[in-house]
């Protein structure tokens, strides 16, 4: 396939974020009185934004102040122990002198993904970031890839949307791109099929 921009997904595909997740909702919970979670099971929770992630705590009545105290505290280190996954950053820097559009749709907040990104030197590397309250919708909805891709000029053909999770690749369908799984990733179970799956970033490469 002829490639004209790549739609990344941030956490689970470029970014190895799931312990500072951790440790944010720990401490959201225990700010409610509530038990604390393994680190580890953390892994399998992300991707859906923090809303998401906190329904399987939170009652309706408490979700909305819940996803308060969760972001304050995101938002006071947002980079703990979060990096780039490994080779992540090469790839960028290839693809990117290739003049390949590159942009990140995530679901999690666009001022927390841009500081993130920031923080770990990756931002200038994207013409666009797209969060999970960029535009009504987030994925598994097509709106935030279609609008990213109205504005980089590029048709979904000739696009291809590279994620960890099942958001990822039902976007990428009903959108219209090819989907690559990133199975260096944190989902491991699936119904949608992708189109490509990748072992490590640098396999990326062979379709630009």
Known sequence: MSVRALLFDLDGTLIDSYRDIAIHL????????????????????VGGGARE??????????????VEVFKDYYLAEPVIYTRPFEDVEKLLERIKGKGVKLAVITNKTEELSRIILRELKLIDYFSLL?????????????????ETLKTL??????????????????????????????LWG???????????????????????
């Open 130 to 146: 797209v969060g999970g309250d960029t535009f009504p919708e987030k994925k598994p909805s097509p709106l935030p890839l279609l």
């Open 153 to 182: 000029k590029v048709s979904p053909q000739e696009a291809l949307m590279v994620g960890d999770t099942e958001a990822d690749l039902k976007a990428g369908r009903l959108a219209g791109t090819k989907r690559g799984l990133a």
């Open 26 to 45: 720990n401490r959201t919970l225990k700010s409610f009185g509530k038990p604390e979670v393994d680190t580890e099971s953390v892994r399998y929770m």
């Open 186 to 208: 944190y989902v491991k179970v699936f119904e949608e099929v992708p189109d490509y799956s990748f072992e490590k970033p640098e396999d990326i490469e062979r379709f630009i």
């Open 53 to 66: 992630l906190l329904k399987r705590f939170f009652p309706d009545g408490l979700l909305e102040e819940a």
